[in-house]
């Protein structure tokens, strides 16, 4: 008999966030057979300084589904205008409804403590839709799910009120081409604004094969010290041998708003991870359980 597919929701706020926090997994998902989601809850139309407004939104839309096609996946890229996300009540009322027709087994997201305020309503509606999704009186025109699906969180940098706990570290070295020519896709980003915003535009070469291996470069530079900071839980998780060598991770954190994490869960929903060792893996104590109510 084979298992059912797995449904991945990844919940970013812009139309390129699901992808640079979460794409080398969503790759290893799809590659197995499983459904991956990808969702940006705004319309990316802040995100640039010559074009902003509604054709960079189409522009960016575009650009999405083109790096969600490289895998495998699907991009869903929402209307709410970019930089002007907050807690209001139809958003919340829209992320349940978002939840409940994907029916996922798993939920990532962004964490509440981030420098951009979309990124940090984005991770606030997804954990107050985490229960509400399982309540028929809340969107009941939409049928609840029956339990709240595990949710996890992007890793970040961030380290007040509290930092990001790497609970699952996924060696994604095997899909680092492809992460590239993912985020590759999303040119009025990583080669006109981001450049622009971050004052290195005359870095960015003008061929497309030059820009795309500079880009691969920079993300090398970018996530290759979070493979030693997070080296702990990767000897854990992939043995002495193999873990020592892994050079690319995403990492994320399990929300304690979502089903608890256990063996069993964590099994089902990363496949592709080595079986916890009875003394290795993550220890019971890290996760936490949903109370009753
Ligand atoms: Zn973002």
């Known amino acids: 008999m084979t298992e059912p597919k797995l449904r991945i929701l990844i919940i ?67 209307s709410w205008p970019d930089g002007f996300l907050d807690d209001r ?18 939920v990532i997201t962004h964490r509440t403590s981030d420098y951009h305020p979309d990124h940090r ?54 899909e680092f081409d492809r992460l590239v020519a993912m985020l590759d896709c999303h040119r009025s980003q990583f080669y006109e604004w981001l450049p622009y915003n971050g004052g290195y535009a005359a870095e960015v070469p003008p061929e497309p094969g030059a820009r795309r291996a500079w880009l691969g470069e920079r993300l090398r530079r970018r996530i ?5 900071r997070y080296r702990e839980p990767l000897l854990r998780t992939y043995g002495p041998e193999q873990g020592r060598r892994v050079e690319y991770v995403e990492a994320f954190e399990v929300s304690e708003y979502g089903a608890p994490l256990d063996p069993a869960a964590r099994a089902r929903l990363f496949p592709f991870l080595p079986a916890a060792a009875p003394s290795g893996g993550i220890q019971r104590k890290e996760w936490v359980d949903v109370p009753e109510e």
């Not at 640079?20 to 640039?48: D, F």
């Not at 290759?224 to 030693?228: F, H, N, S, V």
């Open 12 to 78: 970013g706020a812009h139309p390129d966030d699901a992808d640079i926090k979460a794409g080398g997994t969503a790759a290893k998902w799809c590659q197995a057979g499983h459904e991956v989601k990808l969702v940006s809850l705004t319309n990316g139309q802040a995100g640039h300084h010559l074009m902003p407004g509604p054709a960079l939104a189409e522009r960016r839309r575009a650009e999405a589904q083109a790096a969600a096609a490289i895998i495998g996946a699907t991009y869903q890229v929402g």
């Open 89 to 106: 009540l139809d958003y919340r009322l829209s992320v349940i409804r978002l939840i409940r027709e994907f029916r996922p087994d798993l």
């Open 121 to 174: 309503f984005t991770g606030l509606l997804v954990q107050d839709a985490s229960y509400l999704v399982t309540v028929p009186a809340i969107c009941p025109e939409t049928p609840p799910l029956v339990a709240s699906p595990v949710i996890l969180y992007f890793w970040d940098n961030f380290q007040k009120p509290c930092r990001f706990e790497p609970h699952i570290v996924v060696d994604i070295g095997p």
């Open 224 to 228: 290759r010290p979070l493979a030693d």
